[in-house]
């Protein structure tokens, strides 16, 4: 018999996505999310090198979860989550100098970020390697979309641009407030409020459709 408590590859993709987005819903790696959002291009990378590092640590871990004493665990998960970032954080300078100075320390922060070593713990270590790394990347994409929403958000009312791109002209007067540290806040204070009408929306719905089938039944 079929286990249907088991996710499927697409539901351990997606749930990182939007459901359980790591910034609107579980308000995850405030650090860099509040740091480096001035702009969409350094909201974007940034929210890739996570991704490959949170994808890559979970990989390893899912692999090694049987091999790694559970008195270590933690430190272990560290070591791995490290050795994936100092990757990332090469390959960034080798690419781009400018964007490695862009994002500054908050590459080598991602070490300490509470996204990766808490999938690594709560999910990869208890799973095989496939949904481990799927379940990941969601999450990764899903801190990225997220990252990519405040910066873009801030870009644009602060720079009057989008991806470097001018949007409204050179009259447009910018909103300096927005580029400044105050402005994460602003912006990561609409799109909560944002998630969480749609969320309230979703569970009116799901309580009249419950309601309307026990009045049809």
């Known amino acids: 018999m ?8 697409w539901e351990e993709f997606t749930e990182g996505l939007w459901e ?30 996570t991704t490959f590092v949170l994808a890559a640590s979970c990989w390893l ?8 004493p559970k008195e270590v665990r933690i430190a272990s998960y560290i070591g791995i ?23 500054g320390a908050y590459i080598q922060l991602i070490v300490a970020n509470c996204l990766v070593l ?4 709560a999910h990869a270590a208890k799973v ?12 990764g994409l899903g801190f990225t979309l997220g990252l990519t929403m405040i910066g873009g958000v801030r870009e644009i009312l602060g720079n009057g641009t989008f991806f470097g791109l001018s949007l ?25 409020l944002v998630f969480a009408l749609w969320r309230a929306r979703k569970a009116r719905l799901a309580a009249a459709s419950a309601e309307g089938v026990q009045h049809g039944a």
């Open 168 to 192: 409204f002209g050179e009259h447009f007067q910018p909103w300096v407030v927005m580029v400044l540290p105050p402005g994460g806040f602003f912006v990561m204070g609409g799109w909560l």
């Open 20 to 49: 359980r987005n790591p910034i609107f819903v579980m308000v995850l790696g405030m650090c860099p999310t509040m740091a480096v959002t001035v702009s969409a291009i350094n909201s974007i990378s940034m929210g890739l090198a």
């Open 2 to 9: 079929m286990n249907t408590n088991v996710p499927s590859t």
């Open 81 to 103: 989550i490290a050795t994936f970032v100092t990757v990332t954080d090469y390959a960034i300078q080798a690419l781009s100098l400018s964007l490695y100075e862009a994002l």
């Open 118 to 121: 808490g999938r690594a713990e």
């Open 61 to 68: 871990v899912s692999l090694l979860r049987h091999a790694i």
């Open 128 to 139: 095989s390697p496939w949904p481990a790394t799927v379940n990941a990347t969601g999450m």
